[in-house]
């Protein structure tokens, strides 16, 4: 003898837009594994993305914010050349980009600095060194005038003795 099951009682009607119990609890453990799980990569990387955002912006600051980069562009500002090219006053723009090493006193710098005047942006390119205090001295020194192959060599031009 066969036993046939009881029959599926009839879904119950609900108003428009009301959920059953099983509805409710099915859309609150998709919406928590939602949030959990992918808001959790999606904090993760966020946190990721932050953290090398600040190394990023950290290393361009530490550069644009050091005394060969203030140097460079004080002696560009002071440049009669750079002054009718460019404008004044003489703006550091963003990412200043390059290297600076210090060691025992003495710093050496290789540094590229996008500026700004009045009238043009263009860039310096600084490359030198500074022993125990001393001031910089500059083995490249110049401004690349943007949009232009112009360059302003800053450095005085040697003596030639004949």
């Known amino acids: 003898m066969s036993a046939e099951p009881p029959p ?3 879904p ?7 959920p059953t119990a099983i509805q409710t609890q099915n859309r609150s453990a998709v919406t928590k594994g939602i949030l959990i799980g992918c808001g959790g990569c999606a904090v993760v990387l966020a946190g990721i ?15 644009g914010n050091s005394d060969a980069v203030a ?13 009718q090219k460019l404008g ?11 290297n600076i090493e210090t060691a025992n ?12 005047g009045s ?5 310096i390119h600084a490359v030198g060194y500074k022993r125990d205090g001393e001031d910089w001295v500059f083995t490249v020194l110049e401004v690349t005038i943007d949009g ?12 030639i003795q004949t």
């Open 8 to 10: 599926v009682p009839p």
């Open 12 to 18: 119950t009607p609900t108003p428009f837009g009301e």
């Open 49 to 63: 993305a932050a953290v090398f955002a600040a190394i990023f912006f950290g290393v361009f600051a530490a550069i």
């Open 71 to 83: 140097e460079a562009i004080k002696r560009a500002s002071a440049s009669p050349q750079v002054q």
């Open 88 to 98: 004044i006053p003489l703006e550091r723009g963003w990412l200043t980009a390059g």
């Open 105 to 116: 006193g003495s710093s050496s710098a290789d540094v590229r600095i996008p500026v700004k």
């Open 119 to 123: 009238k043009m942006s263009g860039n």
């Open 148 to 159: 232009t192959a112009e360059r302003i060599n800053l450095l005085p031009s040697p003596v």
